[in-house]
């Protein structure tokens, strides 16, 4: 029954675009803010809806950077690692992050999918380095501690249990 769902609600989305190949990027961008990514099967039965190849559905899906294929959490941290972050240590950020929610070498989204943490190479905010955008809200000149409280009061809020319980 899920699954027939989620092909309705797909189905809205290319009805709504005219079911035109033209406006695939548009049809993908709004399956992407419904799903948090865009899932295999979604894409094809996209490519059958609209007439096209599977191939050219998935070749506009991972060319573009503003797309994924891969599930996120619910709160998507994006650390920049731009020239004028990196100098101010802003990989001690992700590292001090992705130990606080127990992420290990090659994961970027924790088990309880809540999280996903990621690093970009520039937020355009500079004169904040380090920064750091969790969901679509920009923090600057940041220590570690002050990310780990950012990340810390998301987790209560989240979850109710304190931090340190995260994920144990």
Known sequence: METLRKF????????????????LIPILQAIQVEYRYLPEEILTFVATSLGI?????FGVATFYSLFTLKPKGKHVIRI??????????????????????????GQDTDPDMLFTVETVNCLGACGLAPAMVINEEVYGQLTPERALALIDDIIRKETGNEPDHYGA
């Not at 309705?8 to 406006?23: F, S």
């Not at 690692?81 to 127990?102: P, W």
């Open 80 to 105: 920049c690692n731009g020239t004028a972050c990196h100098v101010k240590q802003s990989m001690d950020l992700y590292d001090i992050i992705c130990t606080r929610l127990n992420l290990v070498a």
């Open 8 to 23: 309705e609600r797909v189905c809205e989305i290319v009805d709504q675009n005219g079911r035109n190949e033209a406006r």
């Open 53 to 57: 190849s599977p191939a050219r559905v």
